[in-house]
T-cell receptor, first 115, second 111 residues
């Protein structure tokens, strides 16, 4: 399997622009997670989906952030409008949730820089 | 608010030594515990999971869990320079599939 695929790997944009990050989970996995990692705050869960349904979006920082999972093989995280404080590495992870024993596999991440 | 605390380090050990990484958590109902390794500029990868009190060994790695003390640790025996990375402790509570991560401990193994 190719693992979790994320695109783009790097994104540089200007404040106020819309940013869309993309994720393809591992085939057969039923859960997908979006994380943000910064030096100050560490790795934070933004939102997670189970069977394409958003289960918990309490980590989404504000209304400028939105996430969708239209099918089992694709998810997007959108920031509109973007701000310099959104600069971070955004990771997508997927897992097959079954009881207590599941492993989250992380994608390579998207490094976002908002100027 | 559920918290996971780790010493940020850096923890520096000589090659061949035992590296000991520690983690405490605040939520008493936490049930699942994970150690992830993250190399600089890379994504986290799972190296150990533990669910019951006691020790769990996998090669050079041993995870230790003490739920009464709300403490989980990772021991790396015969440390190698390739073990130099940031180690993230993650905790999951109950049926909630969310993981709460610590900020990580930077480990440096000196040749």
């Amino acid at each position: 399997d190719a693992g979790v695929i994320q695109s783009p790997r790097h994104e540089v944009t200007e404040m106020g622009q819309e940013v869309t990050l993309r994720c393809k989970p591992i085939s057969g996995h039923n859960s997908l997670f979006w994380y943000r990692q910064t030096m100050m705050r560490g790795l934070e869960l933004l939102i997670y989906f189970n069977n394409n349904v958003p289960i918990d979006d309490s980590g989404m920082p504000e209304d400028r952030f939105s996430a969708k999972m239209p099918n089992a093989s694709f998810s997007t995280l959108k920031i509109q409008p973007s701000e310099p404080r959104d600069s971070a590495v955004y990771f997508c992870a997927s897992s097959f949730v079954q009881g207590a024993g599941d492993t989250q596999y992380f994608g390579p991440g998207t490094r976002l820089t908002v100027l | 608010q559920k918290e996971v605390e780790q010493n940020s380090g850096p923890l520096s050990v000589p090659e061949g030594a035992i590296a000991s990484l520690n983690c405490t958590y605040s939520d008493r109902v936490s049930q699942s515990f994970f150690w992830y390794r993250q190399y600089s500029g890379k994504s986290p990868e799972l190296i150990m999971s533990i669910y019951s009190n006691g020790d769990k060994e996998d090669g050079r790695f041993t995870a230790q869990l003490n739920k009464a003390s709300q403490y989980v640790s990772l021991l790396i025996r015969d440390s190698q320079p390739s073990d130099s990375a940031t180690y993230l402790c993650a905790v999951r509570s109950g049926s909630n599939y969310k993981l709460t991560f610590g900020k990580g401990t930077l480990l440096t193994v000196n040749p």
